[in-house]
């Protein structure tokens, strides 16, 4: 007997009414970035394994997939390598390419590699999957798309503005009301290790804080030890597990803890302007909040940090985040190349519209009519008028074989086709329809405008 077949884990299936639902999100994503002005573009599933190894920290480069070379891949490795077991070095040898782990190193890639034919400020969006090694729960897979939009070549901070009404418009066309976009900026963070003296920890000090609301503050203080950072360092920086009040007040208290912080306060400068302006243009249902402790845990932000929370009721981590990147295509040999992106979480998006009951205006995809099939005749005749209506945009269907009546019309109202068209010899000599409602049980016939007039009404 055969094994099952299995998918491999943190990986799915998607049913037909899970394809309807994922591209209902897709399609207002996607209009709403092009409603913003951004272009769309596409790369590779696959890059070349310099292009995203030490883009992302230590973390991020471990849960990168590797890609074997092609062949004999252990032909040309030393014994010496073989037998020192050293994954590393070993890897280095055996695989040169890598699934992409984000959109946004290999958009960055491309901006280097086109930059002549570009024209900045370069504003495009992308929706492709991406893969991650990570350790599959709820909310959390190993192959998942991404919907990213970035602004390149552009250092205002009303591209931040900008991106905070992108989140609160797609989410208001979603009905998914009441989600915290969380802001912090990356010169913050930097100012705050700066004043306790962890200025040489920086990196260490964010991984660690990013994870607050994962393993708690006594959590967060622990990995800071154990990465170094002094207790009186880590006594210092406690008040901003506890920062609390108005946006407006949070600025206030942050002013005065970074007053003697140049960087500091320039992120803070930067953050203000960004809260007071969303705050006189107004958004429609999001809520808007500053969060000291967000990092995402990423190299390359270097200023403004997003995050997107969803409504308190949903058991859910993130379901979008982004940030300024001002650095990124540095790497890759464009300087002094500004850049902004956020990102769509579109699987944790799914989730929590299902949870809250959001599809219920999902349709299937279905034809409008069905012709049924009576025999060799009926069915040519059927398929000639279905070429006529799909030229039309008319989604039609003919039922493939010659089978009871009752068999045909069980599948018609499976698939919810709101009409059925019956075709005898009395049709097929008059070259008329004869047409079945499938919600009312009424039948009419008529000849070909007939049938047209009837789809529209």
């Not at 607050?212 to 901003?240: F, H, Y």
Request: net charge negative; proline share 4%.
């Amino acid at each position: 007997m055969a094994q099952k077949p299995s998918i491999p884990k943190g990986t799915r299936d998607f049913s037909p009414t899970e394809v309807a639902k994922r591209n209902y999100i897709i399609q207002i994503i996607k209009a709403t970035f092009e409603n913003f002005g951004f272009q769309p573009i596409e790369t590779p599933s696959f890059e070349n394994s310099e292009t995203l190894m030490g883009k992302y920290g230590e973390e991020g480069d471990r849960l990168i997939f590797k890609i074997l070379n092609s062949g004999d891949y252990l032909s040309k490795v030393s014994d010496a390598l073989l037998l020192q077991k050293d994954t590393n070095k070993l890897t280095t040898q055996i695989s040169e390419k890598a699934l992409r782990y984000d959109l946004t190193v290999p958009f960055a890639r491309y901006v280097v590699q086109h930059q002549n034919e570009i024209e900045f400020p370069f504003k495009r969006y992308q929706i492709q999957p991406v893969w991650r090694a990570d350790r599959p729960q709820k909310g959390r897979f190993r192959e998942f798309y991404q919907c990213d939009a970035d602004v390149v070549g552009s250092k205002s901070l009303w591209q931040e503005v900008e991106f905070v009404q992108l989140y609160d418009a797609v989410f208001h066309q979603l009905n998914l009301k009441e989600v915290t976009i969380k802001l912090n900026n990356r010169k913050i963070l930097s100012g705050i290790a700066e004043v306790i003296g962890a200025a040489d920890k920086l990196i260490d000090f964010t991984i660690a804080l990013d994870k607050l609301d994962k393993i708690g503050e006594e959590g967060v203080k622990k990995e800071m030890l154990d990465k170094g950072i002094t207790a009186m360092a880590i006594e210092k920086v406690s008040p901003l597990f506890h920062l609390s009040g108005s946006n407006i007040e949070k600025l206030h208290q942050l002013k005065e803890i970074l007053n003697d912080s140049v960087d500091g306060l320039t992120g803070v400068n930067e953050l203000e302007f960004v809260i007071s302006t969303l705050e006189n243009v107004g958004l429609y249902t999001s809520n808007l909040e500053i969060d000291v402790t967000l990092a995402r845990g990423l190299n390359y932000y270097t200023g403004a940090i997003i995050e997107v929370i969803p409504p308190k009721t949903v058991q859910m981590g993130s379901i979008g985040g982004g940030g300024r990147y001002d650095d990124l295509t540095g790497v890759f040999g464009l300087k002094d190349m500004s850049g902004i992106g956020v990102s769509f979480g579109l699987d944790r998006i799914y989730l929590v519209l299902e949870e809250l009951n959001l599809f219920s205006e999902v349709e299937m995809p279905k034809p409008e009519i069905l012709f049924a099939n009576f025999g060799e005749k009926e069915a040519l005749y059927a398929t000639k008028t279905i070429k006529k209506l799909r030229a039309l945009n008319v989604k039609s269907e003919l039922y493939p074989e010659e089978t009871k009546l009752k068999k045909q019309l069980n599948y018609a109202d499976k698939r919810k086709i709101p009409f059925v068209v019956l075709i005898g010899s009395k049709e097929l000599e008059n070259q008329t329809f004869t047409v079945k409602n499938m919600i009312t049980g009424d039948q009419q016939e008529g000849d070909f405008p007939f049938l047209l007039q009837l789809l529209k009404q």
